[in-house]
Every structure is written in C-alpha cells, then in structure tokens.
Nanobody, 124 residues
Framework: QVQLVESGGGLVQAGGSLRLACKAPESIFSINAMGWYRQAPGKERELVAAITSGGSTVYGDPAKGRFTISRDTAKNTINLEMDSLKLEDTGVYYC??????????????????WGQGTQVTVSS
C-alpha cells in the first residue's frame, strides 16, 4: 500500500504561517503530480495546490497569493508554505498523488493515492 506521509499541521493564530510536508515513495514522487486538498467541517474536499513532476503548479482560489507549493526532489517531498493564514483555512489537509487530469483550462492530480491527513487550526 502506497504511503504518503504528511507532517507540519498544528495550531496557529490568524495571520501566521505554517509549512506542511508530504513525503512519497520515489516511484510515486518521480512520475506523478502531487497536491494538497483540504476539508473543513461540513464542507467538501477542495484543491489547495498541486505540482507536477516537472514543477508546474496550480492553486485553488483560497490559496492564490498566500500559499506556495514546491518539490524537494532530494527528499521525495512536496511542501506547502502557508502564509497570512485565515480562520477559514482551518481544516484537515490531505496530500494526494496521481497522473495529471486536464480540467477545462486547468488541471489537478488524479488522486490515486491519499495521505492520512493533517489538522490545521487557525485561531483568532
């Protein structure tokens, strides 16, 4: 069973920053797009950001201008730097991996693999 191992969630005050990391097996990391989704209580899971094996990125609307996704090829890890956090950023953040799926003028990972999720809580 493929394991995507997430780390870095926690409690932060509004306006603060957090950095999430997701480590994947090399066989998955090297050929797949990877991304972060989040799910707030009572809401559907939504795309936060994703990055292809070649380094192309896509961001969900809530993340644009505040979050940055990156790849660390030496560690088979993707990182999500979250700045200027807001109360509405609270939720469980899930790492995903899979082939690229074209979606109109954008794309997202096929989400064949998921991590266990890490809780991010933004307080006032």
């Amino acid at each position: 069973q493929v394991q995507l191992v997430e780390s870095g969630g926690g409690l932060v005050q509004a306006g603060g920053s957090l950095r999430l990391a997701c480590k994947a097996p090399e066989s998955i990391f090297s050929i797949n797009a990877m991304g972060w989704y989040r799910q707030a209580p009572g809401k559907e899971r939504e795309l936060v950001a994703a990055i292809t094996s070649g380094g192309s990125t896509v961001y969900g609307d809530p993340a644009k201008g505040r979050f940055t996704i990156s790849r660390d090829t030496a560690k088979n890890t993707i990182n999500l730097e979250m700045d200027s956090l807001k109360l509405e950023d609270t939720g469980v953040y899930y790492c995903s991996a899979g082939p690229v799926i074209l979606d109109g003028g954008s794309w997202h990972p096929a989400n064949e693999y998921w991590g266990q999720g890490t809780q991010v809580t933004v307080s006032s």
